[in-house]
């Protein structure tokens, strides 16, 4: 069983940066792919970001590409985001979720998430 924890939210001013952690275990994750997600408040659970565990490709929705960097360590089976240039739009809660679906963009695909971390953008 996958299990994933992240960390590194916090608040932040428009325009400053944050970066996300989360440590994957219980598993081998040479065939998954990560993705970072993000929820406000009433709003849909919406993707930000997907990365191959082992290929590195990745692929980013349109409201952050240019903005937030996905990446990963292999030898720490650690997942990061980093964000940068950060707007009021992007508070949410940031989770880490993994799936066997290649770059997938759709929630229900992954089957494994974490708790979440808040992340707060004030203008």
């Known amino acids: 069983q996958v299990q994933l924890v992240e960390s590194g939210g916090g608040s932040v001013q428009a325009g400053g940066s944050l970066r996300l952690s989360c440590e994957a275990s219980g598993g081998s994750f040479s065939w998954y792919t990560m993705g970072w997600f993000r929820q406000a408040p009433g709003k849909e659970r919406e993707f930000v970001a997907a990365i191959t565990w082992t290929g590195g490709s990745t692929d980013y929705a349109d409201s952050v590409k240019g903005r937030f960097t996905i990446s990963r360590d292999l030898a720490k089976n650690m997942l990061y985001l980093q964000m940068n240039r950060l707007k009021p739009e992007d508070t949410a809660v940031y989770f880490c979720?993994?799936?066997?679906?290649?770059?997938?963009?759709?929630?229900?695909?992954?089957?494994?998430w974490g708790q979440g971390t808040q992340v707060t953008v004030s203008s």
């Open positions: 979720a993994s799936t066997v679906v290649s770059l997938s963009r759709l929630a229900n695909s992954y089957r494994s």
